[in-house]
Nanobody, 124 residues
Framework: VQLQASGGGLVQAGASLRLSCAAS????????MGWFRQAPGKEREFVAT????????NYADSVKGRFAISRDNAKNTVYLQMNSLKPEDTAVYYC??????????????????WGQGTLVTVSS
């Protein structure tokens, strides 16, 4: 497995979750990393991204101020801290490795490798 996402679950609105994504070193490296999500019947959408060094981040407007992306390059792991969760955050969350380094790409097409996804369900 090249990208392994974990940490999803069923929570109530207002709760927090922390997603983790462990990657093989050869596809983590200094590449930019991102989180996307896909709700039933909807297209996959951008959530957050972090540059290879961790110095730059970018977020979807819908999660700004609630979610925080971070990475530990020594552990080849990227995290997504999700606070104040809402029912509309319910989706399968995917981590992905971008083709770039030093940027914060938001397009699905900018990412080359994808994890298997972890389900987050937020009840009202």
């Amino acid at each position: 497995v090249q990208l392994q996402a974990s940490g999803g679950g069923l929570v109530q609105a207002g709760a927090s979750l922390r997603l983790s994504c462990a990657a093989s070193e050869w596809i983590f490296g200094s590449h930019d990393m991102g989180w996307f999500r896909q709700a039933p019947g909807k297209e996959r959408e951008f959530v957050a991204t972090i540059s290879g060094s961790g110095g730059r981040t970018n977020y979807a407007d819908s999660v700004k101020g609630r979610f925080a992306i971070s990475r530990d390059n020594a552990k080849n792991t990227v995290y997504l801290q999700m606070n104040s969760l809402k029912p509309e955050d319910t989706a399968v969350y995917y981590c992905a490795t971008a083709r770039s380094s030093g940027f914060t790409p938001t397009a699905v097409s900018s990412y080359a490798y994808w994890g298997q996804g972890t389900l987050v369900t937020v009840s009202s």
